[in-house]
Structures are given as structure tokens and as C-alpha cells.
């Protein structure tokens, strides 16, 4: 594994009073929202009852967030995942590149919310509405994701195997996610989709009794969107680690 690059990167540029006025406006209608939902449940909590507990208008509320779901769904973690794997280092494997950039923005957001990022996922498990809207917004983290890629693999935005890749990824985050959200009381959310890139890294096994006999089968069956990782990672006919223009 390439080593993380040493280059301090610049530090971010200081946010002007308006933005962070806009990021403290739309924290406290997303907190107030969470303690709604989590007293009364969500269909019973209209957006004119978040919005006069979080002391804003109904139309501030829609400002920030186009639906309810988005007071759910949308928060501010797809600019530091792109950001951060941006600075993996450029010879790096695609897929290893996306697990270090996915497991640091995961392990931060987990650290400083955990009890929101649990109500987050539950909530999407649970109401049909968050569900299908969570699909329609999926290509906005899609976006982040495969601009990213693109600067590291020199394809475009626009090229099939790069979409499908980016697909294969998230796709199989939501499933971790839906997955936590089932048996959250059972499973560690960072453990649990750690797992998940082990699968999308190796490739599916043929074994079903989990993570204990998935090393046995290293190298063996690629049925699964891991699949697409392993091959995508030879696809310059590299047996080991691809090119920085090659998935």
C-alpha cells in the first residue's frame, strides 16, 4: 500500500459571517427536526412544527432543505469525502484510495454524531419516503465520487466503466448503511461497512457464513461488484497495482 502523502495541504479558507450563520441555521433546523422525530415520530411532525421550534420561518425551512427527507438525508460530509480522496496518493488503487477516504470521513462523522448518524440511518430503513428520496439524491454523492476518480484515473465523466465503478461503490454503501440500520444494536456502524469494501476489495466469496471464512476465499469468486473493483484494478494488464490512469 502506497503511503499517505506528507504534504500538508493548505488550510481551508476561513468562512465569512453569512456562511457561518447559514451553517448554524440550517444545524439547528436538522437538530430540531431529530429530537421531533424521535419524540413524536416522523409522519407526525410537520415541517411548520420544526420550523417554529427551531425559531425560523417554514420557507427558511424549505431554503435549506428542499423536501423533509432532505432535513434527513442531506448533510455536509460529500465535500470532505471528494477532498479526501483527492489526497490520497495518485499511485494508489482506486478502490484502496476509496476506502481510505470513505473510512476517515465515516470514523469523523461517527465520532462527533454518533446518536444522529444512527436516527439518520434508521430513519431511512424505516419510512418509505426518506428511502425513495435517498435514491433520487444518490447522484449528488455520485457526482462527488466520480469527479474524483476521474482526476485520478484520467477518464471522463462521462465514461461507462467510471459510472459503473462509482455505482458498484455506493451502491454497496447504502447497503451497509440499510444493513446497520436493521441490526445497529447488534453491529458497529464503522465495522459494518469496513466489511463492506473487504467485499467490494476481494470480490464475493463463495462461502455465506461472513467475515471469518471471506479470507479463505481471497482470490476466489469476483461475482459481485468487487468484481468490477478487481478487474477495473487490472485492467492495464498489471497483475499487481494499476497505473494512476487506470481503474
Known amino acids: ?18 456562511e457561518r450563520k447559514k451553517i448554524r441555521t440550517r ?11 424521535a419524540e413524536q415520530g416522523y409522519d ?10 427551531a425559531e425560523v420561518s417554514p420557507s427558511t425551512v424549505f431554503r435549506y432543505f428542499p423536501t423533509k427527507e432532505d432535513i ?8 470532505l469525502m471528494e477532498q479526501a480522496l483527492k489526497d490520497r496518493p495518485a499511485d494508489e488503487p482506486p478502490i484502496i484510495a476509496l476506502r481510505h477516504a470513505i473510512m476517515e470521513v465515516l470514523e469523523q462523522a461517527y465520532e ?14 424505516e419510512v418509505p ?23 485520478r484515473t484520467g477518464r471522463p465523466l462521462e465514461d461507462l466503466e467510471l459510472r459503473v465503478y462509482t455505482g458498484a461503490v455506493l451502491g454497496g454503501l447504502t447497503e451497509a ?5 436493521e441490526y445497529g444494536a447488534e453491529e458497529d456502524l464503522v465495522e459494518v461497512v469496513r466489511r ?52
Do not use: H, N, W
Open 44 to 53: 407526525a411532525t410537520p415541517v411548520d412544527q420544526i420550523a417554529e421550534e
Open 129 to 151: 419516503a426518506i428511502r425513495a428520496r435517498m435514491t433520487e439524491s444518490a447522484g449528488t454523492t455520485s457526482r462527488f465520487v466520480a469527479r474524483a476518480l476521474s482526476e
Open 196 to 247: 463492506s469494501l473487504d467485499v467490494l476489495e476481494r470480490g464475493l466469496s463463495s462461502s455465506a457464513s461472513g467475515p471469518a471464512a471471506s479470507g479463505s476465499s481471497a482470490a476466489g469468486s469476483s461475482a459481485a461488484p468487487g468484481g468490477a473493483a478487481s478487474s477495473a484494478a487490472s485492467a492495464g494488464g498489471s497483475a499487481g497495482r494499476p497505473s494512476a490512469r487506470r481503474m
Open 27 to 37: 444545524q439547528a433546523i436538522r437538530m430540531t427536526a431529530y429530537r421531533l422525530f
Open 177 to 181: 448503511m440499510l444493513y446497520y440500520g
Open 112 to 125: 462527533v454524531e454518533p446518536a444522529e448518524t444512527y436516527q439518520r440511518i434508521r430513519l431511512a430503513c
Open 1 to 18: 500500500m502506497a503511503p499517505a502523502r506528507t504534504k500538508t495541504p493548505p488550510p481551508a479558507p476561513k468562512l465569512g459571517l453569512r
Open 72 to 79: 434527513v438525508l442531506t448533510d455536509e460530509y460529500d465535500p
